[in-house]
């Protein structure tokens, strides 16, 4: 049985620790030295098969005109206020310089030449949309191949021109782009060490020891330098999107802490009853464990979930964090009972700062954080919800759902450079092209059109799109004679994070370019990152309905196997769908209507970005089983010792209370830290996360649990006795009265 197995390894890992450790040590270092060797670049082609944007890009990567690549733009303005590049023959010259450098750089493959445009006059360059209506800025787009053949040293060799010309030319030069995205910091190192930080001083807070708190730290770190260096290998082999690493590094420490919290709390209870540590930490693994493996197996599955979203990126980036979650679970059985084994009795000593909050008195052996025994305050807690359950679950029921309403007016999208802080060169560069040549300049559209036969359709099609409402601008277009591709760069009037950008992408495709290509054998297509990003938005959209139900329906079954109980998993089911719509609802509020965004950062709204709720949502209910089974399992050990349903609601819930709300502080830590990135996306993943795990264990497991189960009262274990007979697996309660998974410690220390 997997507590047995659980106890023979957690067992033997702590009986012979520092193999164990060294082991761990030896993997460690050659997943850092296959990442250096071999280790791939992450990469981000946001779309997917199907898809218009997909059809374009396919286009305009066989006409190999370049714009398939990477781009970056430095705008430049001259300092003095008074002069513009029309008359101000330093500036002009400065200009002509600065190109010249940029085409000279690494990897480039080219450059627009504003300076040879105003050569030909004011009129020509600024026909040519590289030099404002009142001269006073430029800019030189600087064309890279794609990503792949690219890394971070590509962007430091711009900047680092840029940072150089400065100081030598009266010009302001800010530079933003494609290049900036892809390999720019998001600010995830400091985020994971402000996490790593923070979790630190609650663990020792909550243990009074510098020990205790040390461990899950320790383990964390082993197992997310693992995770992100086989990342990285798998990077080599396939497409890891950008972000993956942030997210993985987010969720791996979130869990890998908290996984190691409920082995270290129960292996301290061991310790205080007497036993050696090597056979408390193999009892504390097999007991926590079991709860950790399952639900760190539902994170998995769940993130694995997202396949049915056919958006490759997103695949790929759920597959990287499951690893890193999966990583997390095997160091939470294996590395962290060989660190308990290694600190030997220590462990079950509380310090100074331990009995100064109350978690020992002077003669009485007692357990930091949660004991056998439930906390009196928690108990009384939870008793007064207990006989008022009616009050208590409409009113927090009413909450979370008022908390959702926001979910209505959800907008998905990318947010673009306009988001970023004021201190970004990214952000200043975003400024200067959309005052002097309008919003819509920062996200041009490339429409594709393969001529197939009929040359004349090119110019049908520009002159189609131009006359459109949406459009401000379209430049000539570039004729691939070998492949009879044409392409065109659009510049649409909004910027690319509108909701008016998307509507014109539609009626783009939908009116404009079936009119004008007629009914020859010549076809369009709109492509380009605000296109791209649209279409995934529709899709993920679409998709997700599928995916809710799936995770929904997969969880249902798994809680109903575990605690043979119908009403139990729906029930957790719907509460969970809860907690995440009103985290939902909570970042439509503050990154769509702005409220609150200034405390993170957030200078501007932005909508939300399109693959963010699924991926949020595979996490957190995955995340949530962790709570539901940790707490479950001592609700239900204790219905089937007592029978009675109130005290079990009382006894079990108050008894984990002190468990859960620690583990869930950590976890809020950890993500609040990564909200306060420069990056809107890290953003939102960091509060989205924090806001889900705050709720779900203070008004749900706290508040609407404890409510419900009363209000259900034995129907909470009900079963049909068909059901029963058809569902394999025997119940929780009868396992772990007998193998002692959710036993209590006194009786499992005389289990031999």
Same mark, same amino acid.
């Given at each position: ?81 008074? &002069?513009?590049?029309?008359?101000? *023959?330093? /500036?002009?010259?400065? !200009? #002509?310089?600065?190109? %010249?450098?940029?085409?000279? =750089? ?105 020990? &205790?708190?040390?461990?899950?730290? *320790?383990? /964390?770190?082993?197992? !997310? #330098?693992?995770?992100? %260096?086989?990342?990285?290998? =798998? ?117 100074? !700062? ?399």
């Amino acid at each position: 049985m997997l507590s047995k197995a659980l106890f023979r390894l957690g067992g033997s890992a702590a009986r012979h620790p520092w193999q164990v450790i060294a082991a761990w040590l030896l993997a460690a270092a050659l997943a850092v030295l296959a990442a250096t060797a071999f280790g791939g670049r992450t990469a981000d082609t946001m779309t997917a098969p199907g898809l218009d944007s997909q059809r374009a890009a396919e286009l305009i990567e066989r006409a190999g005109t370049g714009q398939e690549g990477m781009t970056a733009q430095v705008v430049v303005t001259p300092v003095d206020s008074g &002069a513009s590049f029309f008359d101000d *023959g330093p /500036a002009r010259a400065a !200009l #002509t310089r600065l190109q %010249a450098e940029a085409r000279r =750089l690494p990897h480039v493959l080219g450059t627009s030449d504003p300076a040879e445009a105003l050569g030909r006059g004011a009129d020509a360059a600024v026909r040519s949309g590289l030099v404002s209506a009142d001269g006073r800025i430029a800019v030189v787009r600087v064309q890279y191949p794609d990503q792949s053949r690219l890394s971070a040293d590509d962007l430091d060799a711009l900047v680092d021109l840029g940072d150089r010309l400065r100081d030598e030319m009266p010009l302001r030069i800010e530079m933003g782009g494609d290049l900036f995205f892809a390999f720019s910091d998001t600010g995830g190192g400091t985020g994971e060490l402000i996490g790593l930080l923070a979790a630190a001083a609650i663990l020792f807070l909550a243990f009074g020891s510098l020990t &205790a708190a040390a461990l899950p730290i *320790g383990m /964390a770190v082993f197992g !997310l #330098t693992v995770g992100v %260096a086989t990342m990285t290998v =798998l990077a080599r082999v396939t497409e890891i999107p950008t972000f993956a690493p942030v997210l993985g590094s987010m969720v791996g420490l979130g869990v890998g802490i908290d996984y190691a919290l409920f082995v270290l709390v129960r292996h301290r209870e061991y310790l205080a009853l007497g036993l050696e540590p090597h056979e408390a930490a193999g009892r504390a693994v097999a007991t926590a464990g079991r709860p950790v493996v399952f639900a760190g197996g539902t994170v998995v599955v769940s993130i694995l979930g997202m396949a049915v979203s056919n958006v490759p990126f997103m695949t790929m980036g759920g597959l990287a964090v499951s690893i890193v979650v999966l990583i997390m679970v095997v160091a939470s059985v294996t590395l962290l009972p060989a660190f308990l084994g290694a600190a030997g009795p220590r462990l079950a000593r509380v310090g100074t !700062l331990g009995r100064l909050f109350g978690r020992a008195r002077p003669g009485q052996r007692r357990v930091a954080v949660a004991g056998a025994a439930p906390a009196p305050g928690w108990r009384r807690w939870i008793g007064h919800v207990n006989r008022h359950p009616v009050p208590y679950a409409v009113g927090a029921a009413g909450l979370l759902l008022a908390a959702t309403l926001p979910v209505l007016g959800l907008r998905v999208g990318l947010p673009d450079d306009g988001s970023l802080p004021e201190s970004r060169t990214e952000r200043r560069a975003y400024d200067l092209v959309a005052d002097g040549f309008g919003p819509g300049t920062n996200g041009p559209l490339i429409v594709a059109v393969d001529l197939a036969g009929d040359p004349g359709s090119a110019g049908r099609v520009a002159a189609a799109i131009a006359a459109d409402q949406g459009i401000a601008s379209v430049l000539p277009a570039r004729v691939d004679q070998a492949t009879a591709i044409a392409t065109l760069v659009v510049f649409p009037t909004t910027g690319p994070q509108e909701r008016a950008t998307a509507d014109t992408v539609a009626r783009l495709r939908a009116e404009v370019l079936p009119a004008a290509v007629g009914q020859g054998p010549s076809h369009a297509h709109v492509g380009g990152a605000a296109a791209s990003l649209s279409d995934v938005g529709r899709r993920t959209s679409q998709r997700l309905p599928i995916f809710i139900a799936a995770v929904l329906a997969l969880s249902f079954v798994l809680l109903m196997l575990a605690f043979r109980s119908v009403l139990v998993p729906l029930k957790a089911v719907l509460l969970n769908l809860l907690s995440i719509g009103a985290a939902y609802g909570v970042m439509v509020a503050v990154f769509q209507w702005g409220w609150g965004g200034a405390l993170i950062g957030l200078e501007a709204t932005v909508p939300i970005v399109s693959f963010i709720p699924m991926f949020l949502f595979a996490i957190l209910f995955g995340l949530s089983m962790d709570y539901e089974v940790f707490l479950l399992s001592r609700v239900r050990e204790e219905y089937l010792r007592t029978g009675d349903n109130n005290e079990a609601i009382v006894q079990g819930i108050s008894g984990t209370a002190r468990t859960i709300t620690s583990a869930a502080l950590i976890m809020v830590a950890v993500f609040l830290s990564f909200a306060i990135a420069d990056d809107p996306s890290t953003k939102m993943f960091g509060l989205g996360l924090a806001t889900a795990i705050f709720i779900d264990a203070t008004v749900v497991r706290m508040v609407l649990v404890p409510a419900t189960m009363t209000l259900l009262g034995r129907a909470n274990w009900w079963l049909p006795r068909w059901l029963d007979l058809v569902l394999p697996g025997r119940p929780a309660g009868t396992d772990a009265a007998r193998d002692g998974t959710h036993a209590d410690p006194q009786v499992l220390a005389r289990i031999p």
